[in-house]
Nanobody, 128 residues
């Protein structure tokens, strides 16, 4: 089992930056690729991005590309989502998730069913 706990969400103004974190415990953190998802009010949960086990490769959804950065510190068992130039449409609950699946070539885990463990989420609200 892997336990995931997100933190760092809050209320920010449009254009601001925010970094949210996800702390892992349980099994060896570096064995898992880590993904970020978000769910806006009234919408389905969507993929934001994923980072591989070593932190050397990240893949982002189109909505996140160029503004969001995923990083990880395996010594601290933590993955981060740095969000820059936030927009009101970024308002959502943000979830981290762990997967045994690897990022191989052009293939990467992007579906909810490809992830094995989930955090409880942290709320990010972007005001205009």
């Amino acid at each position: 089992q892997v336990q995931l706990v997100e933190s760092g969400g809050g209320l920010v103004q449009a254009g601001a930056s925010l970094r949210i974190s996800c702390a892992a415990s349980g099994r060896t953190f570096s064995n898992y690729a880590m993904g970020w998802f978000r769910q806006a009010p009234g919408k389905e949960r969507e993929f934001v991005g994923v980072i591989n086990r070593t932190g050397g490769r990240q893949v982002y959804a189109y909505s996140a590309k160029g503004r969001f950065i995923i990083s990880r510190d395996n010594a601290k068992n933590t993955v981060y989502l740095q969000m820059n130039n936030l927009k009101t449409e970024d308002t959502a609950d943000y979830y981290c998730a762990a997967t045994n699946r690897a990022l191989v070539g052009s293939a990467y885990p992007r579906g909810e069913d490809e992830y094995d463990y989930w955090g409880q989420g942290t709320q990010v609200t972007v005001s205009s």
